[in-house]
């Protein structure tokens, strides 16, 4: 079965850095791109980043681009989000998320708090 497992989320003063981990398996996983969603409570799940199957094209929300980075390692099955010079605005959590031959599957979430 499908599964996505994220880690890494903390607390974080503004302007800190975290890196989350989004650990898969049960399928190809060098098959399909990988996305990063984040929520706040009461706020729908927004779209942040995305990373093509090689890692050759990335996508970022407006919000992040040119303080978060996607990666991926295709040999461990893991997804990567570097965050850097994070804000209060960027506090909520973090999911990872893969899509199936048209079903969406996702992890538990990362909480990722910035905050003096």
């Known amino acids: 079965q499908v599964q996505l497992v994220e880690s890494g989320g903390g607390l974080v003063q503004p302007g800190g850095s975290l890196r989350l981990s989004c650990a898969a398996s049960?399928?190809?996983?060098?098959?399909?791109?990988i996305k990063w969603y984040r929520q706040t409570p009461g706020k729908v799940r927004e779209f942040a980043a995305s990373?093509?199957?090689?890692?050759?094209?990335?996508v970022y929300a407006d919000s992040v681009k040119g303080r978060f980075t996607i990666s991926r390692d295709n040999a461990k099955n893991t997804v990567y989000l570097q965050m850097n010079s994070l804000k209060p605005d960027d506090t909520a959590v973090y999911y990872c998320?893969?899509?199936?031959?048209?079903?969406?599957?996702w992890g538990q979430g990362t909480q990722v708090t910035v905050s003096s």
């Open positions: 049960g399928f190809t996983f060098s098959s399909y791109s």
């Open positions: 998320n893969v899509m199936i031959r048209g079903t969406n599957y």
């Open positions: 990373i093509s199957t090689t890692g050759g094209s990335k």
